[in-house]
């Protein structure tokens, strides 16, 4: 159904009401527009659910951008992922955040994952985030392979490191069909 600005509330309230799984695509709205929605959405969700929700924020640097602007939405929509990211649990919420730019994702969003899932990054500073968050997050030993790997890895394989369930794998992804 299309989408209008205006939506994020009750889109909030029927999603939390109904434990309604769905997809939201902001893709064809303005900037201003996106921002709306996602404040609305997001602060929406962290008032009324109450379940378990999963929320996947595709692009998610555009929604916690490392550098938002000040003025406008993108101060405004952070805040509310953030909040999420740090207080959501508590609500049922658990917030998957995907980005191919893990540099310009929003630190304070990205210090909340306990589970990381990389791809080729063959960029130093996306490399630099990853290492960072080995640091504050990982075994300092086992960062070695995979530092040394993300830049050559094969299209389609990744590690995936949750420390807190002992779980450090190479692996390969099945194609998108």
């Not at 997001?42 to 008032?47: D, I, T, V």
């Amino acid at each position: 159904m299309p989408l209008s600005a205006k939506m994020g509330e009750p889109l909030a309230k029927l999603i939390a009401s109904e434990n309604l799984p769905c997809v939201i695509d902001t893709s064809l709205m303005r900037k201003e527009e996106q921002g709306e929605l996602a404040i609305e959405l997001f602060e929406g969700l962290f008032r009324f659910n109450r379940d378990p929700l999963t929320i996947v924020l595709e692009e998610a640097d555009v929604f916690a951008p490392q550098n938002p602007s000040k003025d406008g939405y993108a101060a405004r929509v952070l805040h509310e992922v953030d909040r999420i990211a740090r207080r959501g649990r508590a609500r049922g919420l658990r917030l998957i955040s995907l980005t191919q730019r893990p540099a310009r994702l929003h630190k304070d969003v990205l210090s909340q994952a306990s589970t990381l899932i990389a791809m080729r990054l063959t960029s130093p500073h996306d490399r630099g985030t990853i290492e960072d968050w080995i640091k504050g997050n990982a075994d300092a030993g086992q960062a070695k392979e995979v530092m040394g790997s993300l830049a050559t890895l094969a299209v389609g394989e990744g590690w995936v490191w949750a420390p807190d369930i002992d779980i450090l794998n190479r692996e390969k992804f099945p194609k998108i069909k």
